[in-house]
């Protein structure tokens, strides 16, 4: 069996090997000829798997390594009789991580605490939901749109868009990438929503690009500089709007998921799939291959206030600082689009909060739930 996988996908070796020759490619080189001799196509994000890419081919199961889907057309996929799988929630945790860290950063620069601020998640899925639990649990009021849960479920714990969009502070949007139906998301942020959100409103996309207008967003930060951004996802990927890009307050190439630990639990999920679709029992645990964090531990003890605590052990763990950086050195080095795909590819050992355990001295032991909440595992001592 010919396993074709992209390169950045880690432990490859470990749960797939046995299965099969394994051919390591990059994401954006698979392409047509490179899937003609595959029997199974393992992706990223980065590779659009279509009729135009498995035409000629003998694959007959793709999973994708990732929670978003957007990038594999089903009905194409489907027609042909080809399995698939994609990996959901296996990121969501460093979504959310990456959200804090920015949303602590802003917070900082304007010197006001987070929890003064209302914040209103749109799209309450995976990642959404936990960001929601976390912020609930630093007594940070949130208020919810997603419609299709809210159809399912009942509309008492959501409220319409243009509502949320009016009532809140800040507004992190995690929705999919769904270009038709009744509840499509491209171009969810329009023009006419980014022109009426309130002065001062802090806007963050870690979903995907397209749902929100770009060309609207630059027009209005351009004629008013008055949102402060976060965008981790952009439209174009990875030739985004260089003006846009110099607007945005903090501006990641789309990294807001690559934590080693989300990475692996992606791969994880597509080979327990992968094994289910061939009908063979699964040998490899993740448990058993994930190497233990580098950072394992910290000790605080009494002197921090708990915003200075949080912001000390979030900056210890991921700092996003690291990634607006290394997103403008390399834009200026080697173009927008290269330097936006070296970041990607050259993404440095991220861990996820859950994997460090914050030693709380008795002098700092009030700060126990805050860091809790936040997603560290607290011991005392
Ligand atoms: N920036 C990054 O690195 C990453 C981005 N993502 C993106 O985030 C998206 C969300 O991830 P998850 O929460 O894990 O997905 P999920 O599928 O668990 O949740 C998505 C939620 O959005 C809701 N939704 C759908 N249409 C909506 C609409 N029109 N308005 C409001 N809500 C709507 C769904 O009902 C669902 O509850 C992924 O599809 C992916 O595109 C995911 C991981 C990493
Ligand atoms: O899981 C998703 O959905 C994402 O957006 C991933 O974090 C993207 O990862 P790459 O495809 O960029 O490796």
């Known amino acids: 069996m010919h396993l074709l996988i992209d390169h950045q996908i880690p432990l490859a070796d470990a749960f797939f090997a046995e299965l099969g020759h394994l051919e ?8 047509a000829s490179a899937a003609a001799k595959a029997d199974i196509l393992i992706v990223r994000s980065v590779t659009p798997v279509d009729e135009a890419l498995l035409a000629d081919s003998r694959v007959r199961f793709v999973g994708t390594c990732t929670i978003g889907t957007d990038h594999v057309d089903r009905r194409a996929l489907e027609a042909r009789g080809i399995g698939f799988a994609s990996a959901p929630g296996c990121n969501a945790e460093a979504v959310v991580d990456y959200v804090l860290s920015s949303l602590l950063l802003v917070c900082e620069r304007k010197g006001v605490a987070l929890d003064t601020h209302r914040v209103g998640i749109v799209g309450v899925g995976n990642v959404g939901g936990r960001l929601h639990r976390r912020l609930a649990a630093l007594g940070v009021e949130c208020l919810l749109c997603d419609p299709p849960r809210a159809k399912v479920e009942g509309s008492d714990a959501f409220v319409d868009l243009d509502t949320l969009l009016e009532a809140v502070d800040i507004v992190c949007l995690h929705t999919p990438l769904v270009r038709s139906g009744a509840h499509a998301t491209y171009h ?22 397209d749902c929100l207008d770009g060309e609207a967003l ?3 930060l351009e004629q008013h500089g008055d949102l402060t951004t976060i965008l981790d996802v952009w439209e174009h990927e990875p030739a985004i709007d260089e003006t846009l890009w110099r607007l945005v307050d903090i501006a990641t190439p789309h990294i807001a998921g690559h934590s080693l630990d989300g990475k692996m639990r992606g791969t994880e999920q597509v080979y327990q799939a992968l094994m289910e679709y061939l009908g063979l029992p699964l040998r490899h645990y993740l448990a058993d291959l994930a190497p233990p964090p580098a950072l394992p531990r910290l000790t605080l003890d009494a002197g921090y206030d708990v915003w200075e605590a949080l912001r000390l052990c979030v900056r210890t763990c991921y700092d996003v600082r690291r990634d607006v950086d290394s997103l403008g050195r390399e834009s200026r080095r080697q173009g927008m689009a290269t330097g936006f795909d070296h970041c990607r590819a050259h993404y440095p050992l991220r861990r996820e909060f859950s994997t460090l355990e914050v030693e709380l001295k008795p002098g700092a032991a009030e700060l126990a739930p805050w860091l809790t909440a936040v997603g560290f595992r607290v011991t005392m001592s």
């Open 24 to 31: 390591r490619v990059p994401g954006r080189e698979i392409d």
């Open 188 to 209: 969810l942020l329009d023009a006419t929503r980014i022109a009426a959100l309130e002065p001062g409103t802090i806007l963050l996309n870690a979903g995907r690009g």
């Open 218 to 220: 630059c027009e209005r």
